[in-house]
């Protein structure tokens, strides 16, 4: 049992402790308050908000910076595939009438011809390689130079061939037409336009 003096201390140091406590809160309390009214300021509101839109801003136009540039090279990338393929039709057009000669008679001429202006055809081989992606135009681009340049050219050289001269011919015609044809799909493909600067929201 606790005696009187005794049960007197315990309340006293009890009343002591809840006083602390209660002092304390209301500082935390005020100190609180005066952020709060602080940041709830009318000068604290409109300088975050500025600077949110500045930041927001700033962002928009590296966006539309990015695409515009983005695009301008798509398009320069898409005119050089357009005059590549112009330039192409035309220089297989005489490079096929050169074979024709060679099988028509004109062996020998022609073969000389072929070695002084084979480069032309390589070159051209060389940029539909570096310019179009598409599996299709790979694809066919190696079939036509195998025709051409591993089968055609060795045949009038002397080097055995399973199939004719007619054969190889109108098989190279039409791996021409094939390849055109599919060097025109990749080149007609949607033409880039200035991305959404939200998208990445979506992606």
């Keep these: 049992m606790l005696s009187p003096e005794e049960r007197e201390r315990l309340l006293e140091q009890a009343n002591i402790v809840s006083e602390v406590y209660q002092l304390t809160q209301g500082q ?9 009214i602080f940041l709830n300021s ?13 930041l927001l801003s700033l962002f928009l136009q590296q966006r539309f910076a990015a695409n515009a540039v983005r695009v301008t090279r798509d398009q320069q990338l898409q005119d ?4 590549l ?6 220089h297989f057009e005489s490079y096929y009438m050169l074979m024709n000669r060679a099988v028509r008679g004109e062996p020998q001429q022609a073969y000389k011809e ?3 202006s084979n480069y032309r055809f390589d070159s051209d081989i060389a940029q539909i390689k570096a310019l179009f992606e598409s599996a299709g135009v790979m694809t066919e681009v190696e079939a ?21 001269y007619e054969e190889i011919l109108t098989n190279s015609y039409l791996q021409f ?17 200035l991305s959404d600067p939200f998208s990445f929201l979506f992606d």
């Design 144 to 164: 036509l130079f195998k025709t051409v340049e591993l089968e055609f050219w060795p045949k009038i050289t002397g080097t055995p061939s399973a199939r004719t």
């Design 28 to 36: 935390t309390g005020r100190r609180e308050s005066k952020r709060y």
């Design 42 to 54: 009318p000068f604290v509101i409109t300088f975050l908000g500025g600077f949110i839109v500045a």
């Design 85 to 90: 393929l112009a330039d192409f039709s035309a």
């Design 114 to 116: 072929y070695l002084a």
């Design 177 to 193: 037409f094939t390849l055109t044809s599919k060097m025109g799909v990749e080149i007609r493909e949607p033409k880039p336009t």
């Design 80 to 83: 050089k595939k357009y005059a």
